[in-house]
């Protein structure tokens, strides 16, 4: 057990939470002290029966329990890790953020073409994220064949519609959604040379600010205390897909 804890406090925090939430809400399900009808996205029992935890909920269901959860789980784990301890390092705040802004713009399709559990959704929208701040990394499928990491969500959909025989849409809508938030944070503000269109709220910022920030508001790496830069992203390093 002490191997476990240690394993689980060795996630970074933003990440370890959506660990803990993405992995709990099913085994509850399955051990009947939740149920899935009180939890996913539906806009009468949202908005009409004020139903507003749905919101918090639905972007965190992936599935009941089953080999399709565990590989997805695996997935999120993955990539969520590596986006949070990378190209986040030292901005867990500007991590949630993300996540906040990209499950808002899933909810907002959810609700249009009646999708119900986004956890799904939420894994794919970071997968896209984590191939545009790692354009240049080399991922594989499964140790099959390599490819530039820009392609890994892309490898994703298709690998998708040939699993399940039906149009990957809301993998799309998925990578819509990272590519607003990336969009709004690095394609438009490095073109034009202006400050990111969207910025994390004080609120979320003051959750994490512990240290992180020193009084001049340098953001500084944890691990090693040096300053990071604000203008770009910590390109990492090429990983094996699954």
């Known amino acids: 057990m002490d191997g476990v804890k240690e394993w689980f406090n060795s996630i970074p925090p933003v990440s370890r939470y959506m660990f803990a939430i993405f992995l709990g809400i099913p085994v509850l399900a399955a051990m009947h002290l939740i149920s899935f009808n009180y939890l996913y996205l539906d806009f009468t029992f949202t908005f009409k029966h004020f139903h507003l935890w749905r919101l ?51 909810i907002i399709f959810g609700l249009i073409f009646e999708y119900y559990f986004l956890g ?38 298709v690998a998708h519609f040939l699993q399940t025989g039906h149009p990957p849409y809301s993998d799309f809508l998925a990578i819509v959604s990272g590519h607003i938030f990336f969009y709004l944070t690095d394609i438009y503000p490095r073109a034009n040379g202006v400050p990111a269109l969207i910025k994390t709220p004080k609120f979320i910022t003051n959750i994490f600010n512990k240290g992180d920030r020193n009084p001049n508001n340098v953001r500084r790496d944890p691990r090693t205390g040096r300053p990071i830069q604000e203008g770009g992203y910590n390109w990492g390093q090429g990983h094996a897909l699954g």
């Open 120 to 157: 799904t959704m939420t894994i794919m929208s970071l997968i896209y994220i984590y191939s545009r701040m790692n354009p240049t990394g080399t991922s594989n499928f499964y140790g099959f064949f390599s490819f530039k990491t820009i392609y890994l969500p892309w490898v994703f959909l």
């Open 56 to 106: 918090i909920t639905a972007p965190c269901i992936i599935s009941s329990l089953g080999p399709m959860f565990l590989f997805n789980l695996i997935f999120f784990y993955q990539y969520t890790t590596r986006l949070e301890s990378l190209n986040y390092a030292g901005k867990s705040d500007d991590y949630l953020f993300c996540i906040i802004f990209i499950s808002i713009c899933n």
